[in-house]
């Protein structure tokens, strides 16, 4: 595959990250496409199911909600979790190895858009006891 190609990836295209809670499918990555300093790709939530709280040592993350509506966790900076309701368009920013936590309160399906920075957290996932690699064009 070309650089060009490379740079322009649909979620369908990628190994998915496959969990009991939903799905990942990183879309821009170093093994992807080559991405230095940050990694990202599409979250899908189920009705009712979300992640658990955990964090990313050493890592920002951005959360940006597609569709779907749910309810998100980030501590401040005391360790206090702050909890709001969550919609298409909000953007939530999780500081450097802050604990957080993502709920679909909706009857639907909720889409989540996330980036980490630096590259990396998304290894940690491969460790999950319900974690599955699921190729493209699979499932």
Same mark, same amino acid.
């Given at each position: 595959?070309? $650089? ?8 369908? @295209? #990628? ?11 990183? *879309? #821009?990555?170093? @093994?992807?496409?080559?991405? &230095? ?12 199911? /979300? ?8 890592? $920002?993350? =951005? =959360?940006?909600? =597609? ?7 980030? @501590?401040? &900076? ?8 969550? +919609?298409? +368009?909000? *953007? =939530?920013?999780?500081? $450097? ?5 993502? %709920?679909?309160? /909706?009857? +639907? ?12 957290? &998304? ?9 599955? %690699?699921?190729?493209? /064009?699979? $499932?």
């Amino acid at each position: 595959m070309s $650089e060009s190609e490379k740079m322009f990836r649909y979620p369908k @295209e #990628v190994n998915t990250f496959a969990f009991d809670w939903g799905r990942l499918a990183l *879309t #821009v990555a170093p @093994e992807v496409n080559g991405a &230095e300093r940050f990694s990202g790709g599409v979250v899908d939530l189920a009705a009712g199911q /979300g992640h658990s709280r955990h964090n990313h040592p050493g890592s $920002e993350e =951005i =959360i940006f909600v =597609i569709s779907g509506t749910g309810e998100q966790m980030v @501590e401040d &900076e005391a360790g206090n979790p702050v909890v709001r309701q969550v +919609g298409p +368009g909000c *953007t =939530i920013y999780v500081p $450097e190895s802050r604990y957080h936590s993502t %709920l679909n309160t /909706g009857s +639907g399906p909720m889409q989540l858009f996330v980036v980490y920075s630096p590259a990396g957290p &998304e290894r940690a996932l491969r460790d999950l006891p319900d974690f599955r %690699l699921v190729p493209p /064009g699979a $499932e």
